[in-house]
């Protein structure tokens, strides 16, 4: 059994080697214990600091890509490299490593396939009082659109199968987290939480520019993430509600007409006919996006198909079945972005 510990970095010089010393050396059940480090167009000596401690695999960008594609760039590598078990924590050490063994551990019983770190958000006295509001908003409606019981989406600190993550797909540019939680619910993946700790803030938040900021482009992920997994569901609401409110005005105007008042509503009878046109057009843009979407269902499968045939055999439950080879030394991949 191979774990391997990614961390995404971005100008983590200070902090990143707290981070790592963190990180445990040894889990019972996991018989190898590799370390992974994301440089996302670091300008400072983050990737030195990595080196000199020892980790095994990194990944260099020349520029800034952003947190979703680090995340996925990691997870590529991972799997090429034979882990069984890949988990993603931050270089700030805002989790504890120790934690790690907690967080894997439905994955070694065959009990989850992900598993989020759930922190204590009340309990955090870094966290503002919006700040702690926002957070249980986006976990509630993340909950809803996915139909899952995670209670803390925005958590980074996470446990995937080598299974799951080769499921992983991320389209926003934004963060993996909400929309990988959204597509593991509605894709009927076994997933769940642990509670975790925490660790005094070392450093702000580089994922939040402001709370407006935060609001907006999460409720954009995740209403992107639904319209690609349910977009019949969301397009018929939206076509419904126009039909319904054309027909009441309808309704409305032939009242008016047939009382003899008909000549002084015709903006009525206008706006009537609009509002059905619009609602059915809607309802006709469902169809084809659910059509879509079922294409995109069977490309995904495809896909899976063709990293299990690229990253070696794997068992029902997802595990490889011949030993991955090992690597001794650091291993750097430069990408081609």
Same mark, same amino acid.
């Given at each position: ?132 509001? $926002?957070?249980?908003? *986006? %976990? ?8 899952? =019981? #995670?209670?803390? &989406? ?120 609009? $509002?059905?046109?619009? *609602? %059915? ?8 996006? =659910? #059509?879509?979407? &079922? ?43």
């Amino acid at each position: 059994m191979k774990l391997i510990i990614q961390i995404p970095c971005y100008n983590e010089a200070e902090t990143l080697e707290i981070a790592l010393n963190e990180l445990p050396k040894h889990i019972e059940g996991v018989d190898e214990i590799e370390y992974l480090i994301i440089n996302d167009g670091s300008s400072d000596d983050t990737e030195q600091v990595a080196l000199n401690w020892g980790v095994h695999y990194i990944v260099h960008f020349k520029r800034n890509l952003g947190l979703a594609k680090g995340f996925l760039a990691g997870i590529d590598l991972a799997l090429r490299h034979g882990a069984d078990i890949i988990v993603n924590t931050d270089a700030d050490n805002q989790y504890c490593g120790a934690d790690i063994e907690k967080l894997i551990r439905p994955i070694l019983d065959r009990e989850a396939d992900i598993v989020i770190g759930e922190r204590p958000i009340d309990d955090n006295t870094e966290f503002s009082f919006i700040k702690k509001k $926002l957070q249980r908003f *986006g %976990s509630y409606v993340v909950r809803v659109a996915s139909k899952t =019981d #995670i209670p803390d &989406a925005p958590s980074g600190f996470r446990a995937y199968s080598r299974k799951a993550a080769m499921r992983v797909n991320v389209h926003n540019e934004y963060t993996y987290t909400l929309e990988t939680i959204v597509q593991a619910g509605r894709n009927k993946m076994a997933i769940t939480s642990v509670p975790v700790n925490t660790n005094p803030e070392l450093r702000k938040s580089r994922l939040m520019n402001s709370i407006f900021d935060y609001v907006k482009k999460s409720m954009l992920t995740i209403l992107r993430a639904v319209l690609m997994y349910r977009p019949l569901r969301v397009f018929t609401l939206l076509g419904t509600t126009a039909m319904a409110g054309g027909i009441a005005i309808g309704i409305r105007f032939l009242i008016f007409f047939f009382q003899g008042n008909g000549g002084g509503h015709t903006q009525s009878l206008i706006l009537a006919a609009m $509002l059905i046109i619009i *609602g %059915s057009q809607t309802f006709v843009t469902g169809l084809q996006a =659910d #059509i879509i979407s &079922a294409n995109r269902k069977l490309l995904e499968d495809i896909q899976y198909r063709m990293k299990k045939l690229e990253f070696g055999l794997l068992d029902p439950e997802g595990r490889p079945v011949t030993e991955a080879e090992k690597k001794a030394e650091t291993t750097v991949i430069e990408t081609e972005e």
